[in-house]
């Protein structure tokens, strides 16, 4: 579990790098799949871990954005901020995880009435799914901009 | 770890009857990002997956290529056939997965010469990324084509 949690850090981490090299214009033009566009992915990645994590942990809706929508994070700078300024809560749960948590649950009401039950380990694992699948969106962009996307290779990574 | 194959397999399934609703040509059609196509990728993560599986048992050269190019599997309902082909040995080999296994091993030379050494564990994690990588792609050129792609949700699939 903390392995792949360390995996999409560290792949985050190389596409912020990635973002120093592309003009601005490129990371916020609109694109077509996914939430349509390269610093409002990284902006859903970072708001979706975060959210399940604090969900989690009892203290927020998972629904509620963040206080300040996307606009207000719109740059590359400001982007690795946010990531850094809600990585210490999200790291502290990954790294406090313990296989005896798979069973704990939250309840959620959805959009027809209907009580819905998420154990924390499917949480978990749906929070890396989809970390993962939205950089497979990036590696397209990056080849429509001509870029090498960065490696989405988990081996070769000292994680193990 | 058995979860998200079997969160890989649903999803290339449904992945499988996107594919019946559109053109062949568009299936088959040079797209920029990833191995350049629809079928191409599909085809990919059947190789990538039942390789590794297999080197784990020691039977092939992971480098070694399905016998058949992909030209010769170049339909949907070949590529259909070849999925399910191989996914008796790697659902056997995923469902006999015990955790004592995370620290075996092999080895392999890379183009240096070097040896490199790879955990199962690791080997297992980096297969399970690379197909949810690689259908983050298909769901960009499932926009482009003006269709809904198949969602990437893990939850709500009744896998826990």
């Known amino acids: 579990m903390k392995s792949m949690f360390e995996y999409n850090w560290q792949v985050r981490n190389e596409w912020f790098s990635?973002?120093?090299?592309?003009?601005?214009?490129?990371?916020?033009?609109?694109?077509?799949?996914?939430?349509?566009?390269?610093l409002k992915t990284l902006y859903h990645i970072i708001d979706v871990e975060y959210s399940w994590i604090c969900e989690m942990q009892g203290q927020i809706p998972k629904k509620q954005e963040f206080h300040a929508p996307?606009?207000?994070?719109?740059?590359?700078?400001?982007?690795?901020d946010l990531s850094n300024l809600y990585h210490q809560k999200v790291i502290d749960f990954v790294l406090a995880w313990d296989p005896k948590m798979e069973q704990e649950y939250i309840t959620e009401?959805?959009?027809?009435?209907e009580i819905e039950i998420?154990?924390?380990?499917?949480?978990?694992?749906?929070?890396?799914?989809?970390?993962?699948?939205?950089i497979g969106q990036l590696s397209v962009w990056s080849r429509e901009l001509g870029k090498k996307p960065v490696t989405a290779n988990l081996i070769r990574r000292g994680l193990f």
Do not use: Y
């Open 18 to 38: 990635w973002c120093e090299e592309v003009p601005k214009e490129e990371l916020l033009k609109e694109r077509i799949g996914g939430v349509g566009g390269i």
């Open 118 to 134: 998420f154990k924390f380990g499917e949480i978990m694992r749906h929070v890396i799914a989809h970390e993962i699948h939205h």
């Open 109 to 113: 009401q959805n959009a027809d009435g």
């Open 70 to 80: 996307f606009e207000s994070w719109a740059t590359l700078e400001k982007m690795k």
